[in-house]
């Protein structure tokens, strides 16, 4: 059975540039778990983030789902920007047990989401930390839209 591919962006970043979260996007991370973790509907089986710089910066995607990486016992896989193609095409063809959650940029997520076949121009929205596309096979549409739902954060 095809995964269904769940597409998520990284937690809050310092509004400067940082490279890394602010305290809201590691409370995000530390909340992930409970969003996708064993007991939630989502199944997760493997996790695609985007790769850090080799100096270290653009660290908040793999930072964002490290949390649940090491609850759920998943090696995370990660992509370069600049490789959205494999990053779907991994997504596609994953055969494991679960389902795929990706998580990158706001702008990157959109072109993922289009090289998976999505039609359309669907575009992630910027001022939003939250929310979760489902995309299932064939991956021609965003089946649902929903919120990670986290405390304080969300409300």
Same mark, same amino acid.
């Given at each position: 059975?095809?995964? =269904?591919?769940?597409?998520?962006?990284?937690?809050?970043?310092?509004? &400067?540039?940082?490279?890394?979260?602010? @305290? +809201?996007? $590691?409370?995000?991370?530390?909340?992930?778990?409970?969003?996708?973790?064993?007991?939630?509907?989502?199944?997760?089986?493997?996790?695609?983030?985007?790769?850090?710089?080799?100096?270290? =910066?653009?660290?908040?995607?793999?930072?964002?789902?490290?949390?649940? &990486?090491?609850?759920?016992?998943?090696? @995370? +896989?990660? $992509?370069?920007?600049?490789?959205?193609?494999?990053?779907?095409?991994?997504?596609?063809?994953?055969?494991?047990?679960?389902?795929?959650?990706?998580?990158?940029?706001?702008?990157?997520?959109?072109?993922?989401?289009?090289?998976?076949?999505?039609?359309?121009?669907?575009?992630?929205?910027?001022?939003?930390? +939250?929310?979760?596309?489902?995309?299932?096979?064939?991956?021609?549409?965003?089946?649902?839209?929903?919120?990670?739902?986290?405390?304080?954060?969300?409300?």
């Amino acid at each position: 059975m095809a995964p =269904t591919i769940f597409l998520i962006r990284h937690g809050e970043q310092d509004a &400067a540039g940082g490279s890394d979260l602010t @305290v +809201d996007g $590691f409370d995000r991370a530390r909340y992930l778990p409970r969003v996708f973790g064993d007991s939630s509907q989502y199944n997760i089986g493997y996790i695609i983030a985007e790769r850090p710089m080799r100096d270290g =910066t653009n660290a908040s995607s793999s930072s964002t789902v490290a949390p649940l &990486a090491a609850t759920l016992g998943i090696v @995370v +896989d990660s $992509f370069g920007a600049d490789q959205l193609g494999s990053v779907a095409n991994a997504a596609k063809t994953y055969h494991g047990d679960g389902n795929v959650l990706v998580c990158f940029k706001h702008e990157e997520l959109s072109k993922i989401a289009h090289e998976l076949g999505v039609s359309g121009n669907p575009k992630f929205p910027g001022d939003r930390y +939250d929310i979760i596309w489902a995309i299932q096979e064939p991956y021609h549409k965003i089946a649902q839209v929903s919120s990670e739902a986290v405390p304080g954060l969300d409300d």
